[in-house]
Each structure stands twice: as C-alpha cells, then as structure tokens.
C-alpha cells in the first residue's frame, strides 16, 4: 500500500524546456514533503522541500507547487540541463513525528536531451 | 569532507553469514537513519535513532540490529543472511526540528551500501 506515488516511471525533455515531476499522497497526516536527486551509484541528495502551510516555494530553477485538497505535489524545473538527469523521489513526512518518519515515493528517472 | 559515509560499499557474502555495515555523520545530527532500497528501488525506512535512542522501528526482521554507539555513529549488524537482504542499504541524518509547521528538516544520506547475499 503505497503512500506516496510518482506514477511517471520516466520522463524525457529537452534541454532547456521545462521538466515537471509528479508525487500524489494518500495519508492527510503528512505536512511535510521533499524532492530528492539521485545519480547512479551515489545516495539521494535533498533539492527543494515544502510544509504544508505553503502551496509553493521555490529555489532557483526548482519550484515545489502543493496541492493540499488534491493530496498532490508537483516539481518544475526551469530551464532543465543534461545534468538534470537523475532519479528524483518524493518523500513525505508528518512533523508531529518527532521521529520524522519520511515515506518514499518509487521514483521518477528523468532525462534531459541535449 | 564526507557529512555521510558508509563502510564498506560493496559487501559481497553467503547466506547465514552474519555482517555488519557501519555509518558515520560528521554533520552534528541527533538523528540517524537506516534505508534500504529493494530490486524495485523502493526506498524504505528500516530504523530511526535519535541521540542513541531507537525512535523508529519498521517491520524489520529480528535479524537486523541497529547499534548507536554515539549521535554520530549508527551500524547495522545483520545475523543470518538471507538471499532477500540482497539490496542497497543507504544511511541517513538529520536534524530534529519537528514540531512547528515550517520546520521540517532535510535528510542528508550516505553513498549506499550494496549488499549481495549468494
């Protein structure tokens, strides 16, 4: 039973066009959510976060957009480049776990075409 | 200067060996993690230790032990290997600030551990 969902397996764009991730949760206990990147034989690495008392929050080329009503977030990266490409997992958590018990989703793999 | 290391990175042994897998943070963290990432590649949270302290602790075979000699150190000691262990084992850290809304924390992971059980 999987809490938090990335239905896209992979995702190809071109270099310089706009990449846009998907992540669904069903548990309305989580308030805190993430964006991961991971290369190929490396650990993931944190990229953007959100908490549920915002809708968006950006950095840089990443934004993290919530949907809160939809159980739904979503990462737009803007202009996406060749070393974009990598797996990115969204992960979710409820804060009033001080334990902070993150929840995986499968992963998407994208890949940016020169 | 590594925040997150794991040793040893690739782990290569047969079934009912026992083995470990150690972690260290140089991050100032009070919690450490172990995940473990499946044939799927699902990433799955096995145990959370805060300050030493067993915090989280999923539905993990008894032969999986956690150790945390110290806040910055958390080792996984496994008995009996079996085939299924066969994974990636990544460790993790961060800082606890859970509580108010916007103060959620980050995990900072480790490079992975590939075990292969034959």
């Known amino acids: 039973d999987q809490q938090v969902k990335q239905n896209s397996p992979s995702l190809s764009v071109q270099e310089g066009r706009i990449s846009i991730l998907n992540c669904d949760y069903t548990?309305?206990?989580?308030?805190?959510f993430l964006w991961y990147k991971k290369y190929p034989a490396e650990g993931p690495t944190f990229l953007i976060s959100?908490?549920?008392?915002?809708d968006k929050n950006e950095d840089g080329r990443f934004t993290v957009f919530l949907n809160k009503s939809a159980k739904h977030l979503s990462l737009h990266i803007v202009p996406s480049q060749p070393g974009d490409s990598a797996v990115y997992f969204c992960a979710a958590s409820d804060l009033g776990n001080y334990g902070q018990n993150f929840v995986f989703g499968p992963g998407t793999r994208l890949s940016v075409l020169p | 200067d590594t925040a997150v290391s794991q040793t040893p990175k690739y782990l290569v042994t047969q079934m009912g060996n026992d083995k470990s897998i150690k972690c260290e943070q140089n991050l100032g963290h009070d919690t450490m993690y172990w995940y473990k990432q499946d044939s799927k590649k699902f990433l799955k949270i096995m145990f959370s230790y805060n300050n030493k302290e067993l915090i989280i602790n999923e539905t993990v075979p008894n032969r999986f032990s956690p150790k945390s000699p110290d806040k910055a150190h958390l080792n996984l000691h496994i008995n009996s290997l079996e085939l299924g262990d066969s994974a990636v084992y990544f460790c993790a850290s961060s800082e606890v600030r859970g509580g108010a809304k916007d103060r959620g924390s980050e995990q900072y992971f480790g490079p992975g551990t590939r075990l292969t059980v034959t």
């Open positions: 548990n309305s206990m989580f308030d805190y």
């Open positions: 959100i908490s549920s008392i915002k």
